[in-house]
């Protein structure tokens, strides 16, 4: 089955250390795109990615680093000049070739920082 | 001025009710309208997209489109106990096409 696999699904870290969120894609989309979701909040844009080795920054990326070397991946790396990391972390992907066409999300990582 | 806003709720309805969600944009080259629904602890998941002024009907769902007033509503005929949950507007924003923006989220409660 097609879909977006994020791994792992919690994921505990002291402060001040660096954390890796992995994102695998097998649905050929373009696009992928990782959110950040506080509790009782909207999804917010951390970084977004349209091509292999290109991304743009969402309006939340510092503290956060990302990259793109292969289509299907695309790992957020959480460092720790990020002042709040404990959120639920989203990675969507979007077929860029269909106009209009929605985002899929994968299950989501819920990283807790202490 | 917020890219996408919601009322954060909650909003409550009765049961066989209609609830209405309504969602605002800045961007007023925005193209696509996306409705996601999101239960508790779980991802988004897509209800509606609509991309052309006025009315979208799927089901008990009807999603309607105004770019003139840049508003973007969602109406819940019916409403059941599993309609609660929060709902997500997002707009793809005019000044990147692939740029998504989410409002904060309507939650939505269904009471017997």
């Known amino acids: 089955d097609g879909g977006i696999t994020q791994s792992p699904k919690y994921l505990f870290r002291k402060e001040g250390q660096n954390v890796t969120l992995s994102c695998e894609q097998n649905?050929?989309?373009?696009?992928m795109y990782w959110y950040r979701q506080d509790p009782g909040q909207g999804l917010r844009l951390i970084y977004y990615s349209q091509i292999v080795n290109d991304f743009q920054k969402g309006d939340i990326a510092e503290g956060y680093s990302v990259s793109r070397e292969k289509k299907e991946s695309f790992p957020l790396t959480v460092t720790s000049a990020q002042k709040n990391p404990t959120a639920f972390y989203l990675c969507a992907s979007k077929e860029l070739t269909v106009n209009n066409s929605p985002l899929h999300f994968g299950n989501g990582t819920r990283l807790t920082v202490t | 001025q917020k890219e996408v806003e919601q009322n954060s709720g909650p909003l409550s309805v009765p049961e066989g009710a209609i609830a209405s969600l309504n969602c605002t944009y800045s961007d007023r080259g925005s193209q696509s309208f996306f409705w996601y629904r999101q239960y508790s602890g779980k991802s988004p998941e897509l209800i509606m997209s609509i991309y052309s002024n006025g009315d979208k009907e799927d089901g008990r769902f009807t999603a309607q489109l105004n770019k003139a007033s840049q508003y973007v509503s969602l109406l819940i005929r019916d409403s059941q106990p599993s309609d609660s949950a929060t709902y997500l507007c997002?707009?793809?924003?005019?000044?990147?096409?692939?740029?998504?923006?989410f409002g904060s989220g309507t939650r939505l409660s269904i009471r017997p």
């Open positions: 649905l050929n989309h373009d696009a």
């Open positions: 997002a707009v793809n924003m005019g000044s990147s096409a692939s740029k998504i923006i």
